[in-house]
């Protein structure tokens, strides 16, 4: 069929068609939102899962219901190799410059003042001046070079400001596994301190499945914070992501291509859209058919192969590649690191460093103490299918 009008989407961050499957999160985080504009803030949102399964497409959503309401926001990403004093601080110029209008406070001018000396705690060299004579302000203070003490007055001066216009300010943080420890206890404290104070200021951060952990490891009290696992979709909601947007292009699905299509895709939302988009551009009409859907999911795989996974297999080294091996076949559902190294014919202390490295990656992560998994649903079956 028409490959232009084709409505499936793989790919990292791309919006699907029809978001299907996470309607909860969605009303919590509206709340939450009304919440915080009533003076009551919410903890942060957590979205953990695994790669492909939809956290930066639902922080995006996250983003755009907060935008709707003309919040305030600040969208960083982790792993970027930026500290997140300067995400943070280049991340505030945008919002703050779209608020900056003549009618704006005291509060907002005291704001730009903060952010300002924000900015100038990690760049000597740059400076804003938002356009006006920021002089007069008290100094802004927020350049005393601790995290925690720069990062909650900015945050508090930012977010009571964006308060003052009755909106809030929307904190998004994606690969968050990927800041550093003291980062992320310093984003719990000032979190923590936000709550208490109900400064108009909501956190939500994405990132693998490891984040809860690291985030109980950084600080006890993240145990409040709003968790939400995404997961793969249900049965019906696989069906319903392959099947509303052929619907608004007019097309249909038959049952068996349907039912092939959500099987082959481990209900895996980026295994739906690649083997969706294959399957469209296979089929000659509609309904949908059977044979479109083999040849589909048949060169939907190839791609997966030579793009999602051959990605990450060729960013690993020989030994990581020998120990991602040993833990075939039961790495998608977890295995002991013991049985890994025993089947590398190593001790558990000389694979240590091995797995580390791994962690760092993000191709595997510890759910429990001494067991290791893929971050990447079907990592398993790609790897028994690899001759290097
Ligand atoms: N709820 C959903 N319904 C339908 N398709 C979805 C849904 N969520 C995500 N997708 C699709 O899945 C793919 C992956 O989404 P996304 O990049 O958000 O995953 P991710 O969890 O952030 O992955 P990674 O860990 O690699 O960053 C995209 O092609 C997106 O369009
Ligand atoms: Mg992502």
Same mark, same amino acid.
């Given at each position: 069929m028409d490959r232009v009008t084709n409505p499936y989407v793989p790919g990292a961050g791309r919006k699907p068609s029809a978001l299907v499957g996470r309607d909860s999160t969605l009303k919590s985080w509206d709340v939450a939102l009304r919440r915080a504009e009533r003076g009551t803030?919410?903890?942060?949102?957590?979205?953990?899962?695994?790669?492909?399964?939809?956290?930066?497409?639902?922080?995006t959503q996250l983003r755009h219901d907060a935008d709707k309401r003309d919040w305030m926001i600040v969208q960083i990403e982790g792993g970027t190799g930026r500290s997140l004093r300067e995400l943070v601080g280049e991340g505030l110029y945008e919002p703050l410059s779209e608020l900056n209008k003549p009618s704006r406070g005291r509060r907002f001018l005291k704001a730009l003042a903060t952010a300002t000396s924000f900015k100038a705690s990690y760049d000597s060299?740059?400076?804003?001046?938002?356009?006006?004579?920021?002089?007069g302000e008290a100094s802004g203070g927020a350049d005393s070079g601790v995290l925690e003490t720069d990062l909650k007055k900015v945050i508090r001066d930012v977010s009571l400001a964006a308060g003052d216009a009755g909106v809030g300010l929307a904190l998004l943080i994606d690969e968050a596994q990927d800041l550093s420890p003291s980062e992320l206890t $310093?984003?719990?404290?000032?979190? +923590? !301190?936000?709550?208490?104070?109900?400064?108009?200021?909501?956190?939500?951060?994405?990132?693998?499945?490891?984040?809860?952990q690291t985030l109980a490891e950084a600080k006890s009290y993240t145990e409040?914070?709003?968790f939400e696992h995404v997961e793969r979709? $249900?049965?019906?909601?696989?069906? +319903? !992501?392959?099947?509303?947007?052929?619907?608004?292009?007019?097309?249909?699905?038959?049952?068996?291509?349907?039912?092939y299509v959500v099987k082959a895709s481990g209900r895996y939302p980026y295994f739906i859209q690649q083997f969706g988009q294959e399957t469209w551009n296979a089929a000659d009409g509609s309904p949908i058919a059977l044979p479109a859907a083999e040849l589909g999911v048949a060169i939907g795989q190839q791609q997966l192969d030579n793009g999602f996974f051959r990605a990450r297999w060729d960013r690993t080294t020989t030994t990581e590649k020998r120990y991602l091996r040993a833990m075939c076949p039961h790495g998608d559902s977890g295995v002991g690191s013991g049985a890994v190294a025993a089947k590398m014919g190593k001790s558990i202390n000389a694979t240590g460093p091995i797995r580390a490295k791994l962690i760092h990656k993000g191709l595997i992560y510890a759910p429990d103490h001494g067991v290791v998994t893929f971050t990447v649903p079907g990592m398993a079956d790609f790897i028994e299918r690899q001759l290097d």
């Open positions: 803030t919410d903890q942060p949102f957590v979205l953990y899962g695994l790669r492909g399964v939809g956290k930066t497409v639902l922080l060299a740059g400076t804003w001046t938002f356009g006006l004579d920021l002089s $310093t984003l719990a404290v000032v979190s +923590q !301190a936000a709550a208490q104070d109900n400064w108009p200021v909501l956190f939500a951060l994405a990132g693998l499945p490891s984040l809860p409040r914070f709003h979709l $249900t049965p019906d909601e696989a069906r +319903q !992501a392959i099947t509303l947007p052929a619907e608004a292009e007019g097309v249909e699905w038959s049952d068996d291509a349907l039912g």
